[in-house]
T-cell receptor, first 117, second 118 residues
């Protein structure tokens, strides 16, 4: 079964420190994509980073990097130099195929990150 | 780029009325739009997927006649909650996927609509 697991309901980090948010996935499809989204208290979902299953290198976008370990089926998000504005809910998602040749996203339960000054 | 708008951002209505929520991709054409529902402190639940010019595909357990979806153009999809009841109160979020040749299928989300049914 296709599944995304985020085992950390909440995380705390000191401002300017790095933090890792865990995400593991399960799929039998050899082609898949993994996404991280940020949801601040205002509610909008902000796309952060993408990793394709065939990508040779770990994805990076500014202060965000994805620690992709294919054999372990993990796609952890690393935020470097945390800022107060990083406090939000973070969702890991996986692209999965469904009927008609289309794809959809399945989401993990999310991790709430609190950055302390 | 990749901006998705949603209107209204919040709505309060009486039980039994219908509410329409619009989702627009502002700077790109969207082959596919998605509608999600999110309860407080929970993850997103996909309700339905809509492709321009064709019928929406609903997830199991989502009532088609209750949640009407119309995807009239490559930039607009609407969700109508018909005969709304208090249990329909929730945060509804749409997303859009760009029409690109080499696409990662990244979905860009709207800001969401908070629906409260009295």
């Amino acid at each position: 079964a296709q599944k995304i697991t985020q085992t950390q309901p909440g995380m705390f980090v000191q401002e300017k420190e790095a933090v890792t948010l865990d995400c593991t996935y399960d799929t039998s499809d050899p082609s898949y994509g993994l996404f991280w989204y940020k949801q601040p208290s205002s509610g909008e979902m902000i796309f952060l980073i993408y990793q394709g299953s065939y990508d040779q290198q770990n994805a990076t976008e500014g202060r965000y990097s994805l620690n992709f370990q294919k054999a372990r089926k993990s796609a952890n998000l690393v935020i470097s130099a945390s800022q107060l504005g990083d406090s939000a809910m973070y969702f890991c998602a996986m692209r999965v195929p469904f009927s008609g040749g289309y794809n959809k996203l399945i989401f993990g339960a999310g991790t709430r990150l609190a950055v302390h000054p | 780029g990749a901006v998705v708008s949603q209107h209204p951002s919040w709505v309060i209505c009486k039980s039994g009325t219908s509410v329409k929520i619009e989702c627009r991709s502002l700077d790109f054409q969207a082959t596919t739009m998605f509608w999600y529902r999110q309860f407080p402190k929970q993850s997103l639940m996909l309700m339905a997927t809509s492709n321009e010019g064709s019928k929406a595909t609903y997830e199991q357990g989502v009532e088609k006649d209750k949640f009407l979806i119309n995807h009239a153009s490559l930039t607009l999809s609407t969700l109508t909650v018909t005969s709304a009841h208090p249990e329909d109160s929730s945060f509804y979020i749409c997303s859009a996927k760009a029409l690109l040749v080499h696409s990662t299928d990244t979905q860009y989300f709207g800001p969401g609509t908070r629906l409260t049914v009295l």
